[in-house]
């Protein structure tokens, strides 16, 4: 039995299930619509695998299982086809939220830039994003929610931008050239805010190794530097309780010919663990 803590598009548990006739999946994702999506992918495979809807924090299996994969990162239907603000590339309400339907109560992206106080958002965006022009975005949001409400993405893009330095939006700083998009550490950090990304990790991970089998794996595929360190750290501290063998110490990247056929593949980390 393998556990898929982030089904999304359904690609692991479709390849697994198809390396491993012998294998069966309980696959959770919070994002119900996911499901709907991929089941076309599964013909034939039904009977093998069982849909969870919730969030990896709450997964309650009494079932012991024998592999555990945790991929941290945006599957391509949610960036794109969502509808629900996750993409600065493509015009949206901001929700960012991984809930197909939020409740009046769960907060949203349009929530923390319209109410949260300036030092709050600079924190975040500082904190989750690791964006060092946290302090003027967060007070160009305040100046621009001021004049009107703060709706879409596009709208929050053009804040950023004309609150970042000129060579900073064109992929430069101090000289370097970035990969990175000028929107793209504000927008992670509202994203991680929204859905206590970091929080359902360290949750997960306890709840996910408590269910694994002894001589069982559990492997976390991670895309940013804040989760990668939660996920080390975690591996770190079962390795010094001798609870686990570290498959890998340093974690494994992907190859310049899958960052050329993956783009995103680029800042993927993946680390692997055996439970004794």
Request: contains cysteine.
């Amino acid at each position: 039995m393998v556990l898929d803590c982030t089904f999304g598009g359904g690609g692991h548990s479709l390849q697994i299930l198809k390396k491993y006739p012998d294998v069966k999946i309980i696959a959770i994702d919070q994002d119900k619509s996911v499901f709907e999506k991929a089941k076309s992918k599964f013909k034939g495979l039904e009977k093998r695998i069982d849909f969870k809807n919730r969030n990896f924090k709450d997964l309650d299996t009494e079932q012991k299982v024998d592999g555990i994969i945790f991929d941290l990162g945006l599957s391509s239907d949610q960036l794109e086809n969502s509808g629900r603000g996750f993409s600065f590339m493509k015009d949206e309400p901001l929700f960012m939220t991984m809930k197909e339907n939020p409740r009046p109560e769960d907060v949203t992206a349009y929530d923390i830039v319209n109410t949260w106080e300036e030092k709050n958002l600079a924190d975040i965006i500082y904190g989750y994003g690791e964006e060092r022009f946290s302090r003027r975005i967060a007070r160009a949001i305040v100046d621009a929610r001021q004049k009107a409400e703060i709706k879409t993405t596009f709208e929050l893009v053009k804040i950023i931008s004309d609150a970042v330095p000129a060579a900073y939006r064109r992929g430069h700083a101090k000289g370097r050239a970035s990969r990175l998009h000028f929107a793209t550490r504000t927008f992670q950090a509202l994203r991680i805010a929204v859905n206590d990304e970091l929080g359902a990790l360290q949750t997960g991970l306890e709840k996910g190794f408590e269910v694994l089998k002894n001589g069982g794996r559990m492997a976390v595929i991670s895309f940013h530097s804040l989760e990668d360190r939660i996920v080390k750290r975690f591996y770190q501290n079962k390795a010094k309780e001798k609870k686990v063998i570290l498959i890998n110490k340093k974690p494994i990247t992907a190859s310049e010919e899958e960052i050329k056929n993956n783009p995103r593949a680029r800042s993927a980390k993946l680390r692997i663990l055996s439970r004794r």
